[in-house]
Every structure is written in structure tokens, then in C-alpha cells.
């Protein structure tokens, strides 16, 4: 990939990851909605907390699932039988989840809502780029900006939408292209190792805020990392001093500007 050099372009557009950075949807969602749909199905299967956690390198829902297929015993041995189950088992955990987050909603992370209102006033555009199913997004973000949510966002990029999912970067390529901007035009948001590859395999420079499940991952080539937008301490490279508390459009139009790599190796 090309690596960004010092620049003074200006920002236009910032490109969320959804779960894990807008909110703590795999701890607090998925994982839950998953062993729900086991049991709703009549399937004895528990993915606890450890078991999730490693299961997150494969993206994708129902290619999560039949990723854990391939190590259990009592799965079917067909491969059109695991495939029909792990649709099921999708379709079942997407209807659960949307309920659950309808009953309570899962919080959006620290500092992530005045960072979007502040973006929109600025008169930058929002895009999403995710790897999960467009009703997924629906359920968390109707509960937080309303049913008329996505017209905030210009380019909104799911699962659905592409051949290939993270870490692969067609999903930051078609929301490039939705917005007729270039890589460097925009920032994205992300939080775990195979989000920020996407990212950076699209060229687009990646600030990550490390969620549950990533706390100690390895990030390589973010311009900024950091525990979350709600807070100014722990981030490298450190921002600029300020009255705020939370991380602002104005920090992360400085770390586009400089556009210095940061690895972090954990
Ligand atoms: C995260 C994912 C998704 C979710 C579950 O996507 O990998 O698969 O775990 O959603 P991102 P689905 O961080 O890019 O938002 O079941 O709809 O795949
Ligand atoms: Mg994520």
C-alpha cells in the first residue's frame, strides 16, 4: 500500500466501523444473540467470552459459523448442510439481536455521538464501512439517532453489499466510490486489527480505538491509536493540549494532517 506522507489535504469524510467502534456490539450483542439462536434451535452449542474472542479473526456472522463448524464433532458432515444451518443459525441470531437491541440498547462507545454531530456541522460527510448485515446497523442506530438515521450518513457500505469482507478493502473501496472521494480525503474508524488492515489496504489512513476483544491486538500503520473518544489520555500519538476532555474533530484533523504511521506492536 501506499504509505501516506506528511499532508495538508483536507479532511472530508470519516468512515465508521460499526461493531466494536460505534459500540461494544460483539460483547454486548452478537456473542449473546448467537448462543440464543443455538438454544432456539435446539442446538447445545455456548460461545463463551475466550471462545468468542478468537472466533472475531473470522469476519462475517454466518462465516463465523461455520468457521467453529469445521472444529466440532456434532456439526453436520455435508458441506450443503453446514452451509444451510449456518443460514439459519445467521438469520435466527440478526432476528435476536435486533430484539435485544430493541429492549436495551447497547450504548455507543464514549465520545462517538459529539464526534458525529460535530463532523455534520462541519460540514463533513459520514460514511459506514462494516462488515455486518445492514439490519444489524439499523437495530443499534435507530435506538441512538432515530428511525431516520442513515440520512446522516452519505455513503453506508454492509455485508451485504460486497463479495468480500474484511479484511479484504472492497468494503472501503465502494464507500470511496459512493462518495467520489479519495483515500486520503478521509479517515477511518475502526477497532480491531482486521478492520484496520481493510483500511489501510484501501489506502485510507485508520485511526483505531481498541475495543473489548482487542485490547492487547497488534495495529500496524494506524496514524493514531487510542482506548476510546471519551477520553484524551492514552492516545499516541498524543493530541494536542485543549480544554476538552473527549478526543475532537479538531484531534483527528491534526492526526490526518500529519499523517505520521504509529505501530503499535502489543
Ligand atoms: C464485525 C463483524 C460482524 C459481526 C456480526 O463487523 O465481523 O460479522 O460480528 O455481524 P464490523 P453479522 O466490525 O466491520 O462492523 O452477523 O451481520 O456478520
Ligand atoms: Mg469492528
Known sequence: MTVPARSDRRLKALLWDVDGTLAETERDGHRIAF?????????????DETH???LLHVTGGR???????????????LADERDALA????????????????????????????????????????????TTSRSNVDALLRGHLGPRWATHFAAIVCGEDVAHK??????????????RIGPLDAVAIEDSPGGAAAARAADVPVIVTRSAYFQAST????IAIGPHFGDRRGWKPAPAASAESRITLADIEGWHAQMDIVSQVA
Do not use: S
Not at 448462543?35 to 460461545?47: E, K, L, S
Not at 435476536?96 to 458525529?116: C, F, K, S, T
Not at 495495529?219 to 494506524?222: H, K, L, N, R, S
Open 35 to 47: 448462543n440464543a439462536a443455538f438454544a432456539a434451535c435446539g442446538i447445545d452449542w455456548r460461545w
Open 52 to 54: 468468542y474472542g478468537r
Open 63 to 77: 462465516e463465523r459459523l461455520l468457521h467453529d463448524m469445521t472444529g466440532r464433532h456434532d456439526a453436520p458432515a
Open 87 to 130: 443460514r439459519k443459525l445467521h438469520a435466527q441470531k440478526n432476528r435476536l439481536y435486533a430484539e435485544q437491541l430493541a429492549a436495551h440498547a447497547i450504548p455507543l462507545r464514549d465520545g462517538v455521538e459529539p464526534l458525529l454531530r460535530e463532523a455534520l456541522a462541519a460540514g463533513l460527510r459520514l460514511g459506514i464501512a462494516t
Open 166 to 179: 474484511k479484511p479484504d478493502p472492497e468494503v472501503y473501496r465502494k464507500a470511496l466510490e459512493a462518495l
Open 219 to 222: 495495529f500496524e500503520g494506524a
